[in-house]
């Protein structure tokens, strides 16, 4: 596919008769799509029979949520457009899930979906749903397409919106009738857009004033936000970083941005964040945030965060600016082109503040909460132990996608995230059930590299059977299923908030059960190898083994403690000053003087 910093389409000047069908494969060739994840039905049939004849890759997906899952999968990790394709009413729907978690992290997705006929919109039709209004709160823009003529315009504005500006999923529904009726296709189309014209170069008068506050601060903080690695701007985060000696905290969706290992990182803040990071955001003086949303996971009872902290807060989103904290200083604009005009302006000091005692306070709060967990007393395997042996063994430039739950946490903490990695998450919808699928499309997207889906029980129940998809198309992604036999994340709740009345999060999927279902026979049905690791002696051989085989996919059944828990922890909704390093453990944020 055409890269998102490529607003012109692709392919030469051609005019043809089509029908409104072979427009929609034809368009797509010209912008340059080659591969499409979707599934068939009765209204979007017209289109599947120029696609057989197509360049494009289609992928035969087994329920369209891992079609859209894929699609973001896909384009998280290149960079790139995704695409999927749906039919009508359920096959639409079924969609929804993935396009409202492709909003709320920004990425660049096209779904198109077949509808009634026109003259049938609006009768309650067979399998007619009006997926346009189901939509239109969750994308970023959504198109109805009645007559062929209007389809090569509507698929082209759709690609464009989706990568430029704050990247997000849009939606073209596209009548049967007007996939059957011949048009005129023209190519290229001319783009008119009126009224959106996306702000990326923020004004030189507010990235001044950010870097005048940046010098006269004691405590400040960088907050790096996902919006910095959608936009590939890490190197830039970096020099800024270097240059200017101030810390950086990272929001889950910008793991990766700078190397977990940099000295200036203190780790995810928030409810699951690291304490110096969270001590540090909200001791700060100063917070530049740079492609955040300042959402509730990261800011906690947002009367209590950061009290002390001037905010600078840039987004290429004005909509995000002021939504959830007050700002100080508004940027609008690109993240790559904030960091770059600050790291200019820091370039320019004559002397650097150093942030001496700042950093000693920060460091001190390293030292005394490191990463760490507890073994279980159930002689188990400690799951964190699993995942940061994966860490070490896994291909150097690994991508890997995880689920939500405790899984996702812990990977977050015990996989080390370098800029040549990646780590796909699904942030603010918490999506259970993304991470298969998001690991098929990011293999796809990356076939020379060694994908993970990291795993739980619960999350793999929702769409595993893309194995199959992934056993039928050669696509080789390797799964570490944290098996717990519970909802883990909802069980840590039970037993710290409702007095461990288990209320069904037992999955009876764990070896002192009846293992129901049995994942190592599942995956193998599948047509994929597996392997199941119950003793922490298996558990090197175990990943070894499972990087080792490129001509299938393979799971991994790790069976690991039910009462294992994440921390740090911070009660929903609880202000950040009271997170527990461990249970019981409480660090107390002094009022020191800087």
């Known amino acids: 596919m055409t890269k998102p910093t490529e607003a012109t389409p692709t392919g030469h000047a051609a005019n043809a008769t089509l029908t409104g069908a072979q427009a929609i494969v034809k368009t797509l060739e010209s912008l340059g799509v080659d591969v499409i994840f979707g599934i068939p039905g009765g209204t979007i049939l017209p289109t599947y029979d120029p696609l057989y004849s197509s360049r494009i890759r289609h992928i035969l997906v087994r329920h369209e949520q891992g079609a859209g899952h894929a699609a973001t999968g896909y384009a998280a990790s290149s960079g790139r457009v995704g695409v999927c394709l749906a039919t009508s009413g359920p096959g639409a729907t079924n969609l929804i899930t993935a396009l409202a978690d492709a909003n709320i992290d920004s990425v660049p997705l096209v779904a198109i979906t077949g509808q009634v006929g026109a003259q049938a919109i609006g009768t309650d039709a067979f399998q007619e749903a009006d997926i346009v209004g189901a939509t239109m709160p969750l994308t970023k823009h959504s198109f109805l397409v009645k007559d062929a003529g209007g389809i090569a315009a509507a698929i082209s504005a759709a690609y464009h919106i989706a990568h430029t500006g704050r990247p997000g999923p849009v939606l073209v529904d596209v009548t049967k009738s007007a996939q059957t009726e011949l048009t005129e296709w023209r190519w290229p189309?001319?783009?008119?857009?009126?009224?959106?014209?996306?702000?990326?170069?923020?004004?030189?008068?507010?990235?001044?004033?950010?870097?005048?506050?940046l010098r006269a601060a004691r405590r400040p903080v960088i907050l790096a936000g996902g919006g910095i690695v959608r936009t590939g701007a890490g190197a830039a985060l970096e020099r800024l970083v270097d240059m200017s000696g101030a810390p950086v905290v990272i929001t889950l969706m910008a793991v990766g941005a700078i190397s977990d290992n940099h000295p200036a990182n203190l780790g995810m803040g928030g409810m699951h964040g690291s304490v110096p990071a969270v001590a540090a955001l909200q001791q700060a003086d100063l917070i530049i945030a740079v492609g955040s949303r300042f959402d509730d996971r990261l800011t906690g009872r947002l009367d209590t965060f950061a009290p002390r902290a001037r905010i600078v807060h840039a987004d290429i989103d004005p909509a995000e600016i002021g939504k959830n904290v007050a700002v100080d200083i508004p940027i609008v604009g690109d993240a790559g082109l904030v960091l770059e005009g600050l790291a200019a302006e820091v370039a320019a000091w004559e002397t650097r503040p150093g942030y001496a005692k700042w950093w000693e306070h920060l460091n001190d709060l390293r030292e005394r909460y490191p990463r760490g967990y507890s073994q279980p007393a159930d002689g188990r395997l400690a799951p964190q132990r699993v995942i940061e042996r994966l860490s070490a063994l896994a291909a150097p430039d690994a991508v890997f996608a995880a689920g939500v739950g405790q899984h996702q946490m812990w990977a977050q903490q015990f996989l080390d995230i370098t800029p040549a990695r990646r780590l796909l998450n699904s942030g603010g919808l918490g999506t259970m059930g993304y991470a298969v699928p998001a690991a098929m499309g990011a293999q796809v997207a990356n076939p020379g590299r060694q994908v993970w889906a990291v795993d739980g029980d619960g999350c793999f129940q929702m769409t595993g059977h893309e194995m199959v998809t992934c056993a039928l198309n050669g696509i080789p992604?390797?799964?570490?299923?944290?098996?717990?036999?519970?909802?883990?994340?909802?069980?840590?709740?039970?037993?710290?908030?409702?007095?461990k009345r288990y209320s069904n999060t037992d999955l009876h999927t764990g070896a002192d059960t009846a293992m129901i279902p049995d994942f190592v026979k599942l995956a193998e049905a599948y047509g994929c190898a597996a392997l199941r690791c119950s003793d922490e002696s298996q558990v090197d051989a175990a990943i070894q083994e499972a990087a080792a085989m490129t001509d299938r996919p393979v799971l991994i059944d790790f069976q690991v403690s039910r009462d294992a828990q994440v921390w740090p922890m911070i009660a929903g909704g609880a202000s950040n000053n009271t997170i527990e390093y461990a249970q019981g453990l409480a660090p107390a944020f002094e009022r020191e003087e800087f």
């Open 477 to 499: 992604i390797k799964v570490a299923l944290i098996n717990n036999s519970s909802l883990g994340m909802v069980r840590q709740w039970q037993t710290l908030f409702y007095g």
């Open 189 to 213: 189309v001319k783009m008119e857009l009126p009224g959106y014209n996306p702000v990326a170069r923020p004004r030189a008068k507010q990235i001044k004033q950010a870097a005048e506050e």
